[in-house]
């Protein structure tokens, strides 16, 4: 995969525009078996699938916006460029960390539920993309999204700089 471009990955995987959050996916995997969601979190169903996972590929064009979601997500570094990701936590605290592999990255992210995170290409990409994949269990409902707006600003005003290089302008 190395050699490939992002546009060829696209094709190749079958990837397409993540409307709203930024970047492209294909949902690889959806558990047939349920779980119930009462005492989980605020999920807007009571019924999830156990499980899904999906590609994802972000590229400097198109990145995952900052974002919540009710479930916590699983994130794996497949190939490409590292990635730069931000976390916002309910209690005030901001992280920042580093997805791939060398230079102090770690390859395996988990971005608890309720958390805002938004991830992007490191400033010096060299491959012009990252390919990983994502797990959420309970699965990934749409009804559980939450897209960061402005108003991100007024919750965390030490985070702004930050916000700024995630919030989704172009996908909104």
Request: aromatic content about 12%; charged content about 15%.
């Amino acid at each position: 995969m190395a050699d490939m471009t992002a546009k060829q990955l696209v094709a190749y995987l079958g990837l397409e525009p993540l409307e709203g959050e930024g970047g492209f996916y294909r949902r690889v995997f959806l558990d047939t078996q349920t779980i119930g969601t009462a005492g989980l979190g605020p999920f807007a169903k009571p019924q999830l699938p156990l499980s899904s996972t999906i590609y994802y590929l972000v590229t400097p064009e198109s990145f995952s916006a900052l974002h919540k979601l009710a479930g916590s997500e699983i994130w794996t570094w497949i190939a490409g460029d590292p990635l730069d990701q931000f976390l916002l936590f309910t209690d005030g605290n901001i992280e920042q960390r580093v997805v791939g592999l060398g230079g102090g990255a770690m390859p395996v992210s988990v971005v608890p539920g309720g958390c805002w995170q938004g991830t992007r290409l490191t400033r010096d990409s060299t491959f012009g993309y990252a390919l990983c994949s994502t797990v959420m269990s309970p699965a990934y409902d749409a009804s559980d999204f939450v897209l960061a707006d402005e108003r991100l600003y007024a919750l965390f005003p030490s985070a702004a700089t930050l916000i700024e290089r995630f919030i989704a302008h172009d996908y909104q």
